[in-house]
């Protein structure tokens, strides 16, 4: 309220504690002299206060009345009037862990990606999202805010996290996987096996080829930087699925042997003329080699098959 505003009614702009205060809605009534020396929040668009200034008033304004003794909201105290010595905010140690994030603090200087407070406000996916109730939208202002604050505090800049191409996924046989970094001067390091890579592990030199199923997870380090905080991707290979052999009549079935993935659902359609399909037989393979048949072929000229695999 230690701010000025226009009211609508009469269109006079003044400071809202002196319109407060000549109402005579506070009581004791306050010295008028000492209102612009009062502690007062600073607007996220104010661009005459520090981002620390505006960035600890949005922390007050949307965070404190969990984030404060007594309140639910652990490890931070995010009310205005707390010294910023006190939040518990600059390196502070999570008190439910790290959340699944390398080395992560609620905020660590010149580090966006390892400083929770800053990635929770940059989401909306539950139950990460900060708030957790009441909103939908990223609040991009106070992101941009919270970043420029965090990049002024004093410390050394981390790198950016790598980037993995093509970010996991399921493939068939193989897939070539790329690590890349913007600054061509930071050397990736990765491993295999879930842990979190140091300079003793992998050095990525090239593509990566995949043949089985496999998580990397890499960062990436460079002289004179915090290492980046580690990304990681899965990835699961899949067997190709072919035909064994040409088939053969079986009791006035044809039937097709075939190569899979045991416990899969494959439906087996036919054609002869390679535009309009039809199912013919569904099978759950029972191993990686199985069997499907067609009732129909023997009264058919000619007919094309293939195996198509249910989600």
């Known amino acids: 309220l230690n701010g000025t ?139 941009q805010v919270m970043s420029d604050w965090i990049n002024s505090l004093d410390g050394t800049p981390a790198l950016l996290p790598p980037v993995i191409t093509p970010n996991g996924g399921t493939f068939v046989a193989s897939i070539n996987v790329l690590l890349q970094h913007p600054d061509t001067n930071a050397a990736l390091y990765f491993t295999l096996d879930n842990s979190l890579p140091t300079t003793n592990s992998f050095l990525y030199g090239g593509p990566l080829g995949l043949t089985s ?25 899949r067997p190709q699925i072919f035909f064994t052999g040409s088939g053969s009549f079986t009791n006035q079935q044809f039937v097709l042997s075939l190569s899979g993935l045991a416990g899969k659902t494959y439906v087996l359609q036919a054609t002869t003329n390679l535009v309009d399909w039809t199912s013919i037989s569904t099978n759950v393979a029972g191993s990686d080699l199985f069997n499907l048949t067609d009732s129909d072929a023997a009264g058919m000229p000619y007919r094309f098959y293939r195996a198509v695999e249910q989600p």
Not at 214 to 226: D, H, L, P, R, W
């Open 5 to 143: 505003f226009t009211y609508p009614a009469t269109a006079q702009t003044d400071n809202q504690l002196r319109t407060l205060n000549r109402l005579g809605l506070l009581n004791p009534a306050i010295n008028e002299t000492n209102i612009f020396g009062y502690a007062h929040l600073s607007a996220l668009t104010n661009l005459s206060a520090s981002s620390e200034e505006r960035a600890r008033s949005y922390l007050d304004a949307n965070c404190a009345q969990c984030h404060r003794p007594g309140g639910t909201g652990p490890t931070v105290d995010a009310r205005y009037d707390t010294p910023l010595g006190s939040q518990n905010i600059i390196n502070a140690i999570l008190s439910r862990g790290d959340l699944g994030y390398d080395n992560a603090r609620v905020l660590v200087p010149k580090d966006l990606y390892r400083s929770v407070l800053w990635d929770r406000m940059n989401t909306v996916n539950s139950p990460v999202k900060m708030p957790p109730l009441a909103r939908n939208i990223v609040d991009a202002g106070a992101v």
């Open 213 to 237: 199923n496999t998580t990397i997870t890499v960062k990436a380090f460079e002289s004179g930087y915090n290492s980046s905080v580690a990304v990681n991707a899965i990835y699961i290979i």
